[in-house]
């Protein structure tokens, strides 16, 4: 035992030696680790029994010992890298993104003002994902910038990759499309103040929360029926560029199964489409379509700043009906038709200002006001879902905001309740069948969600 104790220690005192000669912080982190090992070894070689109580047998091996002065050298001259990732913002400059990700280069940052290429980076949309990877002095070696494919047609299925490489005293870049690659992740999380709070905790994207919101939207009234402690769980199938999650609009995630737990009370649903028909829609577990004829918002999940009742007009300074529902939103947010229909007004219209009426079957009829712009004309036929304007402040009103009424035979109706209430699309019998087999494989990835806690994990 005396022997191996005095090995070691020499072998310690060459360690520390050749440290001295290569004051690098790998060969002293390399020099931590062996410390680290000699001290556990002194701790537990006492507390192994004592040889002579044992049955001994000898046995003769050559062992090639390796060098450690070797060894160390080695790692000596390895060189580290640093790679980092992040997005770029608003406020970006060659400089600031570059300080910001640990690099220190002011050729690199020179290339990204000067080259056309290189220009791209920062200019045009924020959040482009970038990835840099740089020497321990900060030097720049290369970048990898990815952000949606240039061509409106091609942003839901590749995306751009623009790459950025070091070449002796200067950088060479090259621009190209690739596929984007579909993960199925799931999520799940608990609803402590807002759903998209909660939807933020778990890290699931707010395209996706959103369709959530819409295809539960006639079991809940997500604006005022929503519970603190409610659950839910989400499978949804996401885009990545380059094996990373990408958040650009709908491609970020689409739903393939949800269940969400309001007050107690469980609601679940999956997307199936129809192979005979070619269409898709969200279905609950019993086979009953969660699409209606008419959607229950006719903007994506916003809050309702003023709803269906009396209320203290803020222009006319009086108690009055108020016949509709009002969105708050920024301008620009765009805003949907709730049904099938087609476009019975588009333009100004007194304290409405830019306004939309649409006339829906059964003498029904739509009205979205206040808008900041409009993309539809009279007498166009349009679908449910379909964009036909934004939010904004034109005519009578104090701020961004859209103002929708549902109107039945003339008379104003409370759209929560029109919604709920209107007829669903059913599931054709053929399909069932195919329908019953999609609902048990989702069962199973909901339950594998749930058992997750708060939080996203992919899934083969």
Same mark, same amino acid.
């Given at each position: 035992?005396?022997d191996?104790?005095?090995?070691?220690k020499?072998?310690?005192v060459?360690?520390?030696?050749?440290?001295?000669r290569?004051?690098?912080a790998?060969?002293?982190?390399?020099?931590?680790?062996l410390?680290?090992?000699?001290i556990?070894?002194f701790?537990i070689?006492?507390?192994?029994p $004592?040889a002579?109580d044992?049955?001994?047998?000898v046995?003769t091996?050559?062992v090639?010992t %390796?060098?450690?002065?070797?060894q160390l050298?080695?790692l000596?001259?390895h060189?580290l890298?640093?790679v980092r990732?992040?997005v770029t913002?608003?406020?970006?400059t060659? $400089?600031?993104?570059?300080?910001r990700?640990?690099?220190? $280069?002011?050729?690199?940052?020179?290339?990204?003002?000067?080259?056309?290429?290189g220009q791209?980076v920062?200019?045009?949309?924020?959040?482009?994902?970038v990835?840099l990877s740089?020497?321990p002095d900060?030097?720049v070696?290369?970048?990898v910038?990815r952000?949606?494919a240039?061509?409106?047609e091609?942003?839901?299925?590749?995306?751009s990759?623009?790459?950025?490489?070091r070449?002796g005293?200067g950088?060479s870049a090259?621009?190209?499309?690739?596929?984007l690659?579909?993960?199925?992740? %799931?999520?799940?999380?608990?609803?402590?103040s807002?759903?998209?709070?909660?939807?933020?905790?778990?890290?699931?994207p707010d395209?996706?929360?959103s369709?959530m919101?819409?295809?539960?939207?006639?079991?809940?009234?997500f604006?005022r029926e929503?519970?603190k402690g409610?659950?839910?769980?989400v499978v949804?199938?996401?885009l990545?560029? $380059?094996?990373?999650?990408?958040?650009?609009g709908q491609?970020?995630?689409?739903?393939i199964?949800?269940?969400?737990?309001?007050n107690?009370?469980?609601?679940?649903?999956?997307?199936?489409k129809d192979?005979?028909?070619?269409?898709g829609?969200?279905y609950g577990?019993?086979?009953?379509?969660k699409?209606?004829?008419?959607?229950?918002?006719?903007m994506?999940?916003s809050?309702?700043?003023?709803g269906?009742?009396m209320?203290?007009?803020?222009?006319?300074q009086?108690?009055?009906?108020?016949?509709?529902?009002?969105y708050?939103?920024p301008?620009g947010?765009?805003?949907?038709?709730?049904?099938? !229909?087609?476009?019975e007004?588009?333009?100004?219209?007194?304290?409405?200002g830019?306004?939309?009426h649409v006339r829906?079957?059964?003498?029904?009829q739509t009205?979205?006001?206040?808008?900041?712009?409009?993309?539809?004309?009279? !007498?166009?036929r349009?679908?449910?879902?379909?964009?036909i304007?934004?939010v !904004?402040?034109?005519?009578?009103a104090?701020?961004?905001?859209?103002?929708?009424?549902?109107?039945?035979?003339?008379?104003?109706?409370d759209?929560?309740?029109?919604?709920?209430?209107s007829?669903a699309i059913?599931l054709?019998?053929t399909?069932?069948?195919q329908?019953?087999?999609t609902?048990a494989?989702?069962?199973n990835?909901l339950s594998?969600?749930?058992?997750?806690?708060?939080?996203?994990?992919?899934?083969?």
């Amino acid at each position: 035992m005396t022997d191996w104790k005095n090995e070691l220690k020499q072998t310690l005192v060459r360690t520390e030696a050749f440290a001295a000669r290569h004051p690098r912080a790998l060969t002293a982190t390399v020099v931590s680790l062996l410390g680290g090992f000699a001290i556990t070894a002194f701790g537990i070689a006492p507390l192994a029994p $004592d040889a002579e109580d044992l049955p001994q047998r000898v046995i003769t091996e050559s062992v090639q010992t %390796l060098d450690l002065e070797e060894q160390l050298t080695a790692l000596a001259t390895h060189e580290l890298a640093l790679v980092r990732n992040d997005v770029t913002r608003a406020s970006d400059t060659a $400089d600031s993104l570059l300080r910001r990700m640990g690099a220190f $280069d002011p050729a690199a940052a020179a290339f990204l003002r000067s080259d056309p290429l290189g220009q791209r980076v920062l200019k045009g949309r924020v959040g482009k994902m970038v990835q840099l990877s740089a020497e321990p002095d900060g030097t720049v070696h290369s970048m990898v910038v990815r952000f949606p494919a240039e061509l409106a047609e091609q942003q839901a299925t590749h995306f751009s990759r623009l790459s950025i490489e070091r070449k002796g005293q200067g950088f060479s870049a090259k621009l190209e499309t690739a596929p984007l690659q579909p993960q199925v992740r %799931l999520g799940s999380g608990t609803v402590r103040s807002s759903l998209f709070v909660a939807t933020d905790e778990a890290g699931i994207p707010d395209a996706v929360a959103s369709q959530m919101a819409d295809m539960f939207s006639g079991d809940i009234d997500f604006h005022r029926e929503l519970r603190k402690g409610d659950r839910f769980s989400v499978v949804f199938e996401s885009l990545s560029a $380059d094996g990373e999650p990408i958040n650009w609009g709908q491609a970020s995630g689409r739903v393939i199964a949800a269940e969400f737990v309001n007050n107690g009370k469980s609601h679940s649903a999956v997307w199936f489409k129809d192979p005979a028909s070619g269409k898709g829609n969200f279905y609950g577990f019993d086979g009953q379509s969660k699409r209606r004829a008419f959607l229950a918002s006719p903007m994506e999940f916003s809050r309702v700043t003023s709803g269906f009742a009396m209320r203290f007009h803020p222009i006319l300074q009086k108690w009055r009906a108020h016949l509709g529902t009002d969105y708050g939103a920024p301008t620009g947010t765009p805003v949907r038709t709730v049904g099938d !229909g087609v476009v019975e007004f588009a333009g100004w219209q007194n304290g409405f200002g830019n306004v939309i009426h649409v006339r829906h079957s059964g003498d029904r009829q739509t009205v979205y006001a206040h808008l900041s712009r409009i993309d539809v004309k009279k !007498g166009q036929r349009i679908e449910q879902g379909q964009k036909i304007g934004a939010v !904004g402040a034109t005519g009578w009103a104090t701020g961004p905001h859209l103002h929708f009424e549902f109107r039945v035979k003339g008379q104003h109706q409370d759209p929560r309740i029109i919604a709920r209430a209107s007829e669903a699309i059913t599931l054709p019998a053929t399909a069932k069948t195919q329908f019953q087999a999609t609902v048990a494989s989702v069962k199973n990835q909901l339950s594998a969600a749930e058992s997750m806690g708060v939080g996203v994990s992919g899934a083969d």
